[in-house]
Structures are given as C-alpha cells and as structure tokens.
C-alpha cells in the first residue's frame, strides 16, 4: 500500500494528493478473492468495496462494456461488477469495511484480524492513513463502526474493552469497558436517557450497551452488560455491540 504525501489538502479534480511512490504487485497465478467482508457504497465510482481472507481491499464499478446501450445484455451489463483496484496493506483477513470521514473527506476504512486499521482512497484504492501497529494490543479483532459526523472509528474483539480511534492519527483511547469479548458493534446518535434524580454525576455521561459472548471461549450463548461510560466524552453516541 502507498501513504499520500502532501497537506491532505485534495487537487483541483476532487481527489487526494498523488503520491510519488507507485506500488508493484506481481502473482504467479490470478489472485484469490475469498471475500470475508462487503460494503456498499457510490464514493468515487466504487459500488461495492470487498475485503478478503487474504487481507486484500477490492474496489468494484460497474461495467458497460458487456453490452451496447439498448442491447439485449444491456440490463445484465448495467448491474454486472468489476473490479477496478486490488488495495494491498492487511496481513490477516479483512473483518469489517466501513465508510468514514478523513480530513473532511468521504474515505473506505477497513480492518483485519490483526488488528490493523487502513483509510483507502475510493477513487484509486491508495493508502491515506496506516495503524503503524495492531490496535487491540495483538486481540484479535472482530469488528468496528465508524462514527458517522466525524473521522473516528470504534474496534472491538476478543478483548475486554472497546477502542475509540482516530484516523487521521491512529491515536486511540478506552471508550468502553465490557466483561467478554465483542464479535459485532453498531452506533447510534439517540441521546442517553436521563439518569434519575439520586444517580452520581458520574453516570450523566453516555452510556455504553454491550451485549458480548458469555464466555471467551464459545460465542453461542449471550448476555446484556450495561458497562458505565463516564470515561466517554459527553456527547458520543451510544455503543452496541451484539454477539
């Protein structure tokens, strides 16, 4: 994968800075595509983003070239996929793709079981930002979901805690406490409930549902936590996350 390099700043046709570093990849054989991950989306003309076992990031577009307009394949060849970037950068297979913000910007974020976070251009599939190590302290990671007004994104996974990170850094911070692992998380913007009259200060903040696996080691039973958010900034949306 190749960094951007510049002030972040886009050119004059509305996408990221080119980088002067141009990635080869080179296979013996066509590349495997095992898809462990989807999102859809029309940033940039990619359709539909794909994640892979192998750790690979593919952009889809739609193809008109089956078919001339009008033709009998003209239907097929509207709704037909192909893949326009292969993103090399995960080392592990790629668990969650979620659209995000960077600096201001509509961007794809994907995660890999390692635990590594990467911020992809849409348009060319180059690497805007790069966790320089695994987020969940070598946990594997299970899932994430990015914070719709902003440049940050939530991880969880086989660890007791949830990770607020920021993309244009990949600094991160506790958000949450839990008492077993997370394997799905979702955010929402409704406001807390208000705490009742003889509640502590403490428990004004947002609160954090999570609902984790009961034990660490089998995800077939559940259980619903109410973890206390205080250490969350007031403001942040709720957090679920679902076994």
Do not use: F, K
């Amino acid at each position: 994968a190749t960094q951007a390099h510049g002030d972040g700043a886009r050119g004059g046709s509305g996408h990221w800075p080119m980088s002067l570093i141009v990635p080869v990849a080179a296979w013996p054989a066509p590349p495997q595509h095992r898809v462990s991950a989807l999102l859809a989306t029309t940033l940039d003309g990619s359709e539909v983003v794909s994640g892979g076992e192998g750790g690979e990031v593919c952009l889809w577009g739609s193809s008109d070239e089956t078919a001339p307009p009008g033709g009998p394949g003209d239907a097929a060849a509207a709704a037909a996929l192909t893949p326009r970037v292969i993103c090399l950068g995960h080392e592990a297979a790629v668990v969650w793709l979620g659209r995000c913000m960077l600096e201001g910007h509509a961007a794809v974020a994907s995660l890999c079981a390692g635990g590594h976070l990467n911020v992809w251009d849409p348009a060319d599939g180059r690497c805007l930002s790069a966790s320089p190590a695994p987020l969940l302290g070598g946990a594997v990671a299970t899932a994430a979901a990015a914070y719709p007004a902003g440049g940050d994104v939530l991880l969880g996974g086989e660890a007791t805690a949830l990770w607020r990170v920021r993309l244009a850094t990949m600094e991160r911070h506790v958000a949450a406490e839990a008492e077993d692992w997370c394997v799905a998380l979702s955010l929402s913007l409704e406001p807390p409930p208000a705490p009742p009259p003889s509640s502590s200060s403490a428990t004004e903040a947002a609160t954090a549902t999570v609902a984790t696996a009961t034990s660490a080691t089998t995800a077939t039973a559940t259980a619903t936590t109410a973890a206390s958010a205080s250490a969350v900034d007031a403001g942040w949306p709720r957090v679920h996350a679902a076994p």
